[in-house]
């Protein structure tokens, strides 16, 4: 497995004390129930928990991942796949849910984007989470000129790992939407959990520690 890790952003790097573990605070995060339960689920009829789903790549899917031509679950057997179609029945998809976390816990999970379409069209995904500190943007596809993706690109299975920089309720969202109601993209996620802070990670004072990890 490729574990090469990014640090993206972060200020002053102040150690903070790592607060000690707690019982998992998020419901349901691995989807492992089959279901959206623990979570508020709006938009596409067509998203569903599933353990697996054959990529969107009808012109490239030669030397796009996933290599097999079929996402699978980066934990468990069942992970969430947001549908942004309206040829499977309408409109994008958002996925949210909120808890409680304490300073230097971590907020981890995977996602991929299946990006089904094509420029000048643009299907986007993005996750976010809002807390006591205001709006972090976890990862953001085809939403500016920045993070445009190549036709029909697919972003692998990401691990994602944010240590939160506050006590205090958060929500946590990923949305995905259609731009010309055809070509449908996929954004997967799974693995949603609050952990004790990485061992040894640094703790910044702005919570901005963000390690990212292509599997
Ligand atoms: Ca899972
Ligand atoms: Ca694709
Ligand atoms: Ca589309």
Not at 183 to 193: K, N, Q, R, W
Request: without cysteine.
């Amino acid at each position: 497995m490729n574990t090469k890790r990014w640090l993206v952003g972060g200020a002053a790097g102040v150690m903070l004390a790592v607060a000690s573990a707690p019982a998992d605070q998020i419901v349901n995060g691995g989807f492992e129930s089959g279901g959206f339960n623990g979570w508020t689920y709006s938009g596409n009829p067509a998203s569903s928990v599933m353990p697996g789903v054959l990529a969107r790549d009808p012109l490239h899917g030669g030397t796009q991942a996933p290599l097999d031509g079929e996402w699978d679950p980066a934990e468990g057997v069942l992970f969430a796949a947001l549908w942004s179609t309206d040829s499977q029945g309408g409109g994008g998809a958002t996925l949210s849910t909120q808890f409680s976390a304490l300073a230097g816990q971590a907020l981890e999970f995977d996602y991929f984007f299946d990006y089904g379409d094509f420029n000048p069209y643009f299907d986007w995904a993005r996750g976010d989470l809002t807390g006591p500190g205001g709006l972090t943007a976890l990862f953001a596809h085809n939403t500016s000129d920045s993070n445009r993706l190549a036709d029909d690109a697919n972003v692998d299975w990401t691990h994602i790992v944010l240590v939160l920089p506050a006590d205090g309720v958060y929500t946590l969202t990923f949305a995905t939407d259609d731009a010309d109601g055809t070509f449908e993209s996929i954004l997967g996620i799974d693995g949603v959990f609050v952990t004790p802070s990485p061992a040894g990670a640094m703790v910044f004072a702005a919570g901005a520690l963000i390690l990212r990890r292509r599997r």
